[in-house]
Structures are given as C-alpha cells and as structure tokens.
C-alpha cells in the first residue's frame, strides 16, 4: 500500500462516519420534519384556531394516554415482540381499579355522578390499576418467554381475555361513579397551566427514554430484539429480560387506565379497542423496525402527535376526519417501507 | 515448546446411542501456540470441541487446565475459567455496535449511585474498544454503526475480538474462515496470530489444510475419535496429515521421506 492511500485510508473513517451520522438524522428525522411541516400548515391556513391555547393544551391532552401506552410498545417492539393487549388490559385496569375505588368511598360526591374518594383511595385505586395491568404483562411474558408461543397469538388472546373478564366482572357496562378527587386534579387539573395528564405522560416517555437509552436494561432490549441467540449465547437473561419487558408494557397500561378514568370520569369499556394497533403505528411512524432492534423513545412521540394532529388539523379545516385515517394508514405505509429501503440500503453496503 | 500443556483432555469418550463419537481422545494445547484441531467429517472435532468450550459433558475422561482437573457444566462455567469460543454463525447482534457488541452481557456501569441504578458507561466501553481493536490490529471504518454493515470480515474480527477480550487463556475457533474471501481471510489470520501473541491459546479447527500449514504453531489430528498424530507444523506436510486422517497413521507415510 502507497503512503498516499495509506493517508486516505486514514481520513475515509472520519468522513464516512460523518455521512453515516447525517443519513441517519435524515433517515430518522424525515417523520419529525412531517409532524413540524403538519404543524406549520395548520398554524398558517388557520392560526388563530390551530394556535390557541385551548386547540394546543386539547392536542396534548389527546395525546397523553396514547403515549403512555406506545412507550410501552415501543420497548416490547424493539425487543421483536408486539403487544396486542394494550386496549384491553387498560379496560381491565380501569375496572378493577373503579370498582375497588367505588368500593371504599361510599359517599357520593358533590358533582352529579362522582364519589367523595379522597387521595388514599385514589392511591389504593392507582396501585390496583398498575398491578392488574403488571399482571397481564406478567402472563403476556411468560407465555412468549417460557412457553415459546408467538408473541402475536399470545398477546390477542390475554386481548381476549383481559377484555372478557372486565365484562364479566361488571356484566358489560362501565362504572361511572369515580372519585371526585381523581377527575378534578387529575383529569381536569392543571399545574402551571400543564394539563396534569400531559405532565404524567411527558414524565413517563422522558423516564421511558432514560430507560431505553441509558442503562443496561435498554442495551439487552435492544440485543434482544436484535438476536435472541446472540443475546442469549452473551450470558443475557433472554427469559428475564422478555417477562420484564412485557411486564413494563401491561404497568404502563394500568397507569394509562388511571389517565382514562380521570379524564373521561367514568370507565371506558367501548373505547380501546383499536389502541392496540394506534399505538404500533405510532411506534412504527416513529422508526422503530416492527424487526426488533433497532427504535427510539423519541421517535414515538413523533409518532404519537402525527395522527393527532391530522386529526386536529382537518377539524379546523373543515375536511371530514374521515380522511385522517386514510392519510395516517397512507403515511404509516409510506414509514415502513422507508425503513425498509433503508435496511435494504445497509446491507448492500 | 518445552512449556506443559494449558488446556489438556485426557481419555475423552462421549457416545451418542451406538456411535462412538469420541472413543478415549486426548487432546492438549499451550498458552501463546495457535494448535490447528484437524480430521475428516465425524472424526469427532465438534464434539471435543463441545466438551472443551462446556457445550456437552463427557462420558469419561478428564480436562485440566494449567494442571488442575476441572469440569465445565455449562459454556458459562467455561466462560468464567478464561475460556471462550468464537461460533462459526458469530453471534453478534447486527443491529447494534461493534463496542456494544464487544461488552454484551458485561456491561461496564457508570460508577456510583448511577451505576447502581442501571446506567452504562458508553464512553469508557467505548474507549476500551477502541483500545481492544487498537490492539489487535483491527480496523473498522466506525466503531458506531451497526455490525450489520460491516463486511463479514469485519464482522469475524470483532467476534474475535470479544472472545480476546474476557478469555484469558483459550479460544476455540471453529472454521473462522469458511465464508470469508481471500483479503478477509488473511486479515482474520493476521488478528489470530496477534490473539496468540497476546500469550491466549488458540484451538482452530479447520478444513483448510494449506490455511492450516500457513497458521497453525502445531496440528492434532483426530480420526473416528481418537488422536492418532501431533506434529509441529515444520514437520507437517498437505501429504502426511491427509494420510493420517484418512489411514491415521502420519508418521508411516512420513518415514521413507
């Protein structure tokens, strides 16, 4: 080898990885740079409707519990699993958790339709709602961990099932009697003029985030879903690792059941049952590989805002909401095959 | 040459229902000699191999290592006791980093209350990457993108990489070559020669005779389950080893020479 390749043998690494870098960014960024251009339209067709501050703080709220959900899903994604329960599991929560709550605070409360529960009882409540949800994870994990059933059989049929026991458990129809504590501070309350909602759920994908991208438990997500026999053959607690992962997703789902109750102030039997699929296309708009191993936290909040503020947008517009459904399927195609020329892309490389 | 052996098998037999796959082989190796592992097909290579890296537990027989007697239940035990093996299917995860890929399962953690919660330490695991490729001569465009664009001989070298960094004293690898193409294939032999001057014991089973020649510090030949030659490889030739894996008898074949 000449001294002068030799120099620019040295040189090619630096200026590749540099390359590398931006077409990541690119490659990645193109759904935050939809979601910005989304939101620059609507704020220049209609500022003062789009830019409000009731429009904003609505979007946020809307957005809360869905990201609550997707943060979960996002972690079992890029494990290579997928959650199908979420919807359910959250209708599961919330009525072990407003039933034990209905239970403990006989009073009614000064509002039509609410209980005098105070903040024991919504804390009681909570607590059931994050276990019931942990304990349908608990069975999602050791069905796809130990028993080796595909995670997309396994999590339709605790759908099934978490959301058959919630019938049974009120015979069909919600409990509409909650805390009067639990639907004012938390569902209608506000701190610094933040929806509380909004509060908890950027405080969960912040945490989540953390989680993903900074400890030890994110980097075996990510070998997990990378290569099971890799992970596994690096001494990694594949079996662990996979139950705790749908564990983090069903808690997740209890802690968006509460969020549900508090904003709706009543249980919402009818009202999940297509989160499931809301929340993966979330993930997957938000460049997470439906493959495993490869996702972001951040992504999924982009993820999350993109249908919602389609939604949104087209209201103030005055187009029928129909076509948001057809433009976020449209764009959720068009997110999935980007990421499949791009893994087609690397490994060509 | 005179050094005692690092890693020595005695009387190995192992049986899978009727087949005798080892039927009482020996086997040893030295700390700082690559020793080539050679024989034809059933010869019984896999299976010692297996037994050595803690993958199966023998019949009968023994294993020490630097002169203790000991006994792996499993390829972790082996792990623990300065072992390791670089898989022919590599066993890395694609979509992460050669650094990440490097400390899989033996993250370092951030120090303190950090890294009591869980937190990595991405900087100093990759600075000691960085290091370890240093080291050993490898030379990936990026230590940052994930191993599945690299080319299958870069992939090959931070497998072996990772097997140099946490074993200490002995790395099976089994056919590291066999999908590689003639560049690649020199530069995994130069980072093999380089693990060995470390002062790590490298087994290398092989088909490749001619690569073996070319590599290997001494050669053990298996035939239906025993060893039946071990030569310095100044002494071996493509003729005398094919002749004593196929008749098992090299030093016949050697002596009108």
Redesign the interface.
């Given at each position: 080898m000449t001294a002068t390749a030799q120099a620019a043998d040295a040189a090619?690494?630096e200026a590749?990885?540099a390359t590398?870098r931006w077409q990541r960014l690119l490659g990645g960024g193109w759904i935050f740079l939809l979601l910005l251009a989304l939101i620059a339209i609507f704020a220049a067709l209609r500022p003062t409707q789009f830019g409000s501050p009731y429009n904003l703080s609505m979007l946020t709220v809307n957005a809360a519990i869905l990201l609550v959900l997707s943060v979960g899903q996002t972690f079992v994604i890029i494990a290579a699993g997928i959650d199908l329960s979420v919807g359910a599991v959250l209708i599961f929560a919330s009525i072990t958790s407003a039933l034990v709550m209905l239970a403990l605070s006989g009073a009614s409360g000064s509002t039509y339709g609410t209980t005098a529960g105070g903040w024991g009882v919504v804390g009681i409540g909570l607590a059931v709602a994050l276990l019931s949800g942990a304990f349908w994870g608990a069975v999602n994990g050791v069905l796809v961990a130990v028993a080796r059933i595909p995670a997309l059989i396994v999590t339709l049929g605790t759908f099934g099932m978490s959301l058959g026991f919630a019938q049974i458990l009120t015979n069909g129809t919600d409990v509409r009697a909650v805390p009067e504590t639990l639907v004012d501070r938390i569902g209608a309350g506000t701190v610094a003029g933040v929806p509380v909602l909004v509060l908890i759920a950027a405080a969960t994908a912040l945490l989540g985030g953390i989680?993903l991208h900074?400890?030890?438990?994110g980097?075996h997500v990510?070998?997990v879903?990378?290569?099971q026999?890799?992970?596994r053959?690096?001494?990694?607690n594949v079996r662990g690792r996979l139950i705790a992962i749908y564990v983090l997703s069903g808690t997740l789902a209890g802690l968006a059941a509460m969020m549900a109750t508090a904003r709706f102030a009543t249980t919402t039997i009818g009202g999940h049952a297509m989160d499931n699929l809301s929340t993966i296309s979330a993930v997957v708009l938000g460049g997470t590989?439906l493959f495993?191993?490869?996702g972001s936290i951040a992504g999924t909040v982009v993820g999350v805002f993109i249908p919602i503020v389609l939604l949104n947008g087209f209201v103030i517009l005055g187009i029928p909401p129909f076509w948001q459904t057809v433009a976020t399927g449209a764009v959720l195609v068009l997110a999935v095959w980007i990421d499949q020329l791009k893994r087609r892309a690397?490994?060509r490389? | 040459m005179t050094t005692a052996a690092l890693l020595e098998a005695r009387g190995i037999r192992r049986r899978f229902g009727h087949v005798h796959a080892l039927d009482g082989a020996d086997f040893s190796v030295r700390a700082g000699e690559i020793c080539a592992l050679i024989g034809d097909n059933g010869a019984g290579k896999s299976t010692l191999l297996k037994i050595l890296s803690g993958a199966e537990q023998p019949d009968a027989g023994e294993i020490r290592l630097a002169g203790q007697k000991v006994r792996f239940d499993s390829?972790?035990a082996a792990?623990r006791s300065g072992i390791a093996t670089v898989?022919q299917d590599?066993?890395?995860?694609?979509?992460?980093s050669p650094f990440?890929n490097l400390f899989?399962?033996?993250?370092t953690?951030r120090p303190g209350l950090l890294g009591r919660?869980?937190?990595?330490d991405r900087p100093a695991m990759q600075r000691q990457a960085t290091q370890q490729f240093a080291r050993l001569g490898v030379r990936?465009?990026?230590g940052?993108?994930?191993v599945?664009?690299l080319s299958g001989g870069q992939r090959q070298s931070v497998a072996i990489a990772r097997a140099a960094m946490w074993a200490n004293r002995v790395i099976f690898m089994d056919e590291p070559t066999a999908a590689l193409g003639v560049v690649q294939t020199g530069r995994v032999l130069d980072l093999i020669r380089q693990v060995r001057d470390q002062g790590i014991a490298v087994v290398l089973v092989s088909h490749n005779m001619p690569q073996v020649l070319q590599v290997a510090d001494r050669i053990e030949v298996l035939r239906l389950g025993r060893r039946v030659a071990q030569l310095p490889v100044t002494e071996a030739s493509v003729e005398r080893l094919v002749a004593a894996m196929t008749s098992g008898v090299a030093d016949a074949a050697a002596a009108p020479a």
């Open positions: 090619e690494p590749r990885e590398e989680v900074l400890t030890r438990f980097v990510f070998a879903g990378s290569d026999e890799a992970a053959r690096a001494g990694i590989s495993g191993g490869i690397r490994e490389a | 390829p972790a792990q898989y590599l066993a890395l995860a694609p979509e992460l990440e899989l399962g033996r993250e953690m919660l869980g937190f990595v990936l465009r990026s940052r993108v994930p599945s664009s």
